[in-house]
């Protein structure tokens, strides 16, 4: 019997974001990128062919909701980065086995944003 691969890797992150310019202006100075999408409904950034979409009408909203892992090469200064831009540290970056690090930061907005350095990842195993 066939296995299926229903699940491909992340593709989309929505967060809420009620005051959509802030967000937006927040979101491109903490990736560094401008939207590639950009309308009073929604805004939508491409970070590493992934999309992080801003949603003003989101339904779920801060903690308790999902939370996207976004990889980075070096968690403490990614964490650093995301503190020195407003965030709040929610979980300190912390090993959890096999050299994989992760911490948990809480944007402006009260969504929390997962941050993982995972030497393992292999961006090739994902297409």
Known sequence: M???RFFLGLRTVIYSAP???RAKEWYSKMF???PYFDQP????FNVGGYE???DPNAKH?????????????NIAEAMAHM??????????AHDVGGGIKVGTVADPFGNIVGIIE?????PAATT
């Open 2 to 4: 066939t296995n299926p």
């Open 19 to 21: 005051d959509l310019p």
């Open 32 to 34: 560094g990128i401008e």
């Open 41 to 44: 409904y929604y805004v939508g």
């Open 52 to 54: 992080l979409g801003l």
């Open 61 to 73: 909203t801060g903690p308790g909701g999902s939370v996207a892992w976004w990889g980075v090469a």
């Open 83 to 92: 503190k020195g831009g407003g965030a709040e540290i929610v979980e300190e």
């Open 118 to 122: 995972n030497p393992h990842f292999d």
